[in-house]
């Protein structure tokens, strides 16, 4: 049974509301594990493939997947941009998602530059290792 009301939306509602549910590119999912001031060496990260999200806070990248049914994030890689470090809510920067995750001996120090995430208690120490934005 369609509801009367959204019956008599119009093809644009229509288009507009599916449109918006596409565009939603983070499911609330936080990190099981989390590892600051590290992340992957240059030599994995140019041989796996990523999804990009810039500009978001740190909470986001750790608190949010970035990936969608059938890709199963698992690992999430936060790249800290210093140039916003005067926002509010910061650090900013670029999270990386990824459908597999580095092993140790591909993870290296990366002082106040980068954070790593993994999901389904792949590794890390536990939790999501931020608080909620």
């Known amino acids: 049974m369609i509801y009367p009301a959204l019956r008599d939306l119009s093809w644009l509602a229509w288009a507009s509301i599916l449109l918006l549910a596409r ?8 990190a099981t594990g989390y590892v600051r001031d590290y ?15 810039s500009d978001i ?3 986001e990248c750790a608190r949010n997947t970035r990936l969608a049914y059938p890709h199963v994030q698992l ?6 941009n210093h140039a916003a470090d005067c926002y509010h809510g910061c650090p900013y920067g670029n999270c990386h998602a990824f ?13 106040t530059d980068g954070h790593i995430f993994f999901w389904h ?3 890390g120490n536990p939790g999501s290792g931020v608080k909620p934005i």
């Open 121 to 123: 208690n792949l590794g």
């Open 57 to 59: 806070q740190v909470s």
């Open 99 to 111: 459908t597999t995750f580095p092993q140790p001996d591909e993870i290296e120090p990366s002082y």
């Open 23 to 30: 565009r939603s590119e983070a499911n609330w999912d936080p």
């Open 39 to 53: 992340k992957p060496t240059d030599e994995w990260l140019s041989q796996q493939p990523s999804k990009m999200t």
């Open 75 to 80: 690992f999430a890689y936060f790249e800290v």
